[in-house]
């Protein structure tokens, strides 16, 4: 990376991104503007907004050092939010790591879905199956702090970095965290009005041709739903069938292609009424059914 800063003596944030923008670019990340913006805000310790506040504070050498190595991990395509160490999700800021998936905006339908199942009722009990950071269940939280929710994951990783979003958030008496795989460590006598989850369903042999900041920096675990991206989702159906009550839902997020396979996999297993959910892209996204 060589950025032309020896014939320049001084570096405002203005020229520091737009320099960065175009570095970005030219490899190939999709989004390079935000990305600079985000790494810098990160790199000063400010809020992003404040980038245009102070367009012509000059950087100092040690600004800048410090903001060129994150700019090198980011041009090797790591993700912004592993590099910063969080992410937006529902407007809110939600820590990562390297062991959970990076909240993806087309979960915020699952969040959608999961609101508008609960709205007008009280006393739920809600579970989410694989809580990865936790992104879900906090927004689930932000809206209805009413409700206990409880949620697993088999990652102990996972549920230390969910935990603490919720601590972060202010919800952590709202939100029990259990370890298990799937539902296999959820008593008999425990029973949901909902189980929600957004489970690995990527076809493994998919993953190889994704974004490198998925293919080589995401967690492998929380995408790879085996030959047809389905694994986890046909194990996850049955076992949810007995752990809700009469008229309890299942909500799930699914792959695009996904929906016909999933249908005839919750009704062959008892379950109704089920609906699909469009993401901002028209893609289907979430499916919901009922016992
Ligand atoms: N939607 C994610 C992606 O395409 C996959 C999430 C998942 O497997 N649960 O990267």
Known sequence: MTEPSDSKTVWTIRDVLTWTTNYLKRK?????RLDAELLLAH??????????????RPLSDGERLGFRDLVRRRALREPVALIIGKKEFWSLDIVVTPGVLIPRPETEILVQVVLEDCQGLLNLAILEVGCGSGAPLIAVSSVRPDI???ACDISINSLNCASANASNHGFAAQIFFFASDLLESVRAEHMFDVI???PPYIPSNNIDSLAPEIRDFEFR???DGGLDGLDLIRRLIPTSRDRLKPGGRL???IGEEQFDSVKKLLETNGFSMVRVFK???GKNRVVKAVT
Do not use: V
């Open 28 to 32: 190939g990340c999709e989004t390079p």
């Open 43 to 56: 790199n000063l310790g400010i809020e992003r907004i404040r980038l245009y506040l102070d367009f012509d």
């Open 148 to 150: 206990q929710l409880f």
């Open 196 to 198: 929600y989850s957004n």
């Open 221 to 223: 675990k929380a995408l």
């Open 251 to 253: 909500i799930l997020e």
């Open 279 to 281: 993401d901002l892209s």
